[in-house]
């Protein structure tokens, strides 16, 4: 699972939408201490904030099918355990995954300004909620 998890990561087509400036896509990888859910085109990965709060990261190539009722799955899964509060951090430019998340149930809860450098601009965050 690991190498299939860091493949995903590392290909350029997912790279260009969550590159950020200072870090290299080969220190991308794989964490021990996440939850990941995968299909056959990603992952969903879950890190816990808090015992009841997991933040959730999405990484699926282009041309996937089926990634709103997989997400969903996963997000299904991880309430079983009793996670109460699922958190999304997205960065502004990443359209795709901001769409992904309003059509999945999750909220925008609020922005943290110039949270990233991309491109040598600063970028916001936007955080993304959903109970």
């Not at 999945?104 to 993304?128: H, Q």
């Amino acid at each position: 699972m690991k190498d299939f998890i860091e493949s995903v990561m590392q290909d350029d087509r997912v790279w260009k939408w969550v590159k950020v400036d200072g870090i290299k896509k080969e220190n991308f990888g794989y964490q021990e201490s996440e939850i990941y859910y995968t299909n056959t085109h990603g992952f969903v990965m879950f890190r816990p904030s808090t015992p009841t709060m997991y933040e959730v990261h999405i990484c699926m190539l282009k041309g996937a099918k089926g990634v709103d009722s997989f997400f969903l799955d996963c997000l299904e899964k991880m309430r079983q355990k009793g996670t109460r509060k699922f958190l999304g951090t997205i960065g502004e430019w990443n359209t795709s995954a901001l769409k992904l998340a309003l059509r999945c149930g999750f909220v925008e809860e609020g922005r943290i300004s110039k949270a990233y450098l991309r491109d040598g601009v600063y970028r916001s965050m936007v955080m993304m909620g959903r109970e």
